[in-house]
């Protein structure tokens, strides 16, 4: 009896290995049920497809960087005379300007002259405002040297009057 019972156990446990590996032997690995990325699908496959749409990418946005460069560049020529210059309003910039150049600029603009001569300029009164000396001036009035002047009219601006004029700006402008 106990040799039955002995056989039988080997029996069933026989089958339970054989059925047990007749089932790891059935299911595949990588599948949709069983998912399993191996390293060659990462280096084969899906880093090609990554690499694919990051160039994608940098090359529409390279695209729209350089349509956005020339859509500014056709404004600042349109802007002006082709010595347009821009200022920022978090910085004075030296500029430079010779007999009868004009420097027009933006509301909030500030100026100050340093060097030489110049009148204020504008078809709007008051051309500038000196908030130096707690003034206004009409178009054609002298600058005073070192003082602050405020443009409040877009279009405003200095013209210079000496053959070397030097003029701190902040602020947006453009000469002609």
Request: proline share 2%; glycine share 6%; charged share 15%.
């Amino acid at each position: 009896m106990r040799r039955k019972i002995a056989f039988s156990f080997v029996v069933l446990a026989i089958l339970i290995l054989v059925s047990g590996i007749s089932i790891l032997a059935t299911a595949s690995p990588g599948t949709q049920d069983d998912p399993f990325i191996t390293l060659s699908y990462l280096t084969n496959i899906f880093r090609p497809q990554v690499m694919n749409e990051v160039r994608s990418t940098e090359q529409q946005m390279i695209q729209r960087f350089e349509a956005r460069i020339s859509e500014l560049e056709a404004q600042l020529q349109a802007s002006g005379s082709g010595q347009a210059a821009t200022g920022t309003a978090d910085r004075f910039h030296v500029v430079t300007l010779r007999r009868d150049q004009t420097l027009i600029a933006s509301v909030g603009t500030e100026i100050m002259l340093r060097v030489g001569t110049a009148t204020a300029f504008g078809s709007s009164e008051p051309a500038l405002v000196n908030y130096t000396a707690g003034s206004t001036l009409s178009s054609a009035s002298a600058l005073v040297t070192n003082n602050m002047y405020l443009v409040t009219i877009e279009g405003n601006g200095v013209r210079a009057t000496a053959d070397l004029v030097r003029v701190l700006v902040r602020g947006v402008y453009t000469v002609s």
